[in-house]
């Protein structure tokens, strides 16, 4: 499952948000954490499809017609395993068949939603047993980290 959560940033990422006081007019950087904590970040941040779930990735590349996911020239490759476990997930699910094309009718309207797979085929079955609305607000709430705010 997919969900925004904060992480920390990197050096990289730091260093070039500090380049972006005073570009325009006069400004400084103030970071809020010891130089120290400085030191100990990630050189750089690993990019997000070398991080995350594939699922909806890989659904999305079967729903534009894309048959060899494995051999798919992506700009940052993610792992064989990665994709693997997640044509295996996608196959669970039921959005894709044996022969690892999109199931009709539930793989192509997973592949609509812009949901977690897991999260999409949660809405169909609960469309299909009339608790949709139910579901749609378990889902809204399982996609964000806390649904608790404290100040």
Request: net charge neutral; with cysteine.
């Amino acid at each position: 499952m997919e969900s925004l959560i904060i992480i920390p940033t990197s050096k990289a990422q730091a260093l070039q948000r500090s380049g972006r006081a005073g570009r325009e007019s006069p400004g400084k950087c103030f970071r809020l954490y010891p130089k120290g904590e400085f030191e100990k970040l990630e050189e750089s941040t690993k990019p997000e499809i070398k991080r995350c779930n594939l699922s909806n990735v890989i659904l999305q590349l079967k729903a534009l017609g894309v048959d060899d996911v494995i051999g798919f020239d992506f700009i940052e490759k993610p792992s064989r395993l990665a994709i693997v476990k997640s044509l295996e997930h996608l196959f669970l699910l039921g959005a894709l068949t044996d022969e690892c094309i999109l199931s009709n009718p539930v793989g192509h309207q997973m592949s609509r939603l812009p949901l977690d797979p897991m999260y999409s085929k949660a809405l169909i079955q609960a469309s299909n047993f009339n608790c949709l609305d139910e579901m749609l607000i378990t889902v809204a709430m399982l996609s964000v980290e806390s649904i608790f705010y404290s100040p």
